[in-house]
């Protein structure tokens, strides 16, 4: 499975270790995150990354800011991905089961690398449910905003 990797200044250590266990696994992984300490745009992460996934029909992608939620709201304005934000791996499980992401998204300083790895594991081997949730997934995917 290909797998692209993002990730701000906090999400070194946590990338890294990612990494390294989904090669590990046989896994390909692209990176496309920072591998230095030096404080970085983590929008601009989240744009790369969507726009990666988003071009590479098939391949999943795994996000690192500090909290998660700059990264992912980031990753979720490229038409056609679904990025969850995840803490544990329950969250993992439903976020491919029920809305399909293509994106897996945690935050480097609110989990442990360890819980981080599993959350990873879960979100992989979880396939997309469909049935009841496919009209949902479509609605995610074509939603457009409106300036009032």
Do not use: W
């Not at 990494?19 to 696994?25: E, I, K, N």
């Amino acid at each position: 499975m290909k797998i692209y990797l993002a990730n701000d200044h906090t999400g070194v250590a946590m990338k890294q270790a990612i990494a390294q266990h989904l090669t590990s696994q046989g896994h390909e992984v692209i990176n496309l995150g920072t591998d230095d300490t030096t404080a970085v745009n983590y929008a601009s992460q989240g744009k790369t990354l969507g726009l990666a996934v988003a071009n590479d029909s098939g391949a999943f992608g795994i996000g690192i800011c500090g909290t998660g939620i700059g990264i992912s709201i980031a990753a979720n304005k490229v038409q056609g991905i679904i990025a969850g934000l995840v803490y544990e791996p329950q969250n993992a499980i439903v976020t491919r089961q029920h809305n399909n992401a293509n994106i897996m998204i945690t935050g480097a300083r609110q989990i442990a690398i360890e819980k981080a790895i599993e959350c990873v594991d879960a979100f992989l081997k979880t396939p997309f449910e469909g049935g009841r949730h496919e009209e949902r997934v479509k609605t995610l995917l074509t939603m457009e905003g409106e300036k009032k």
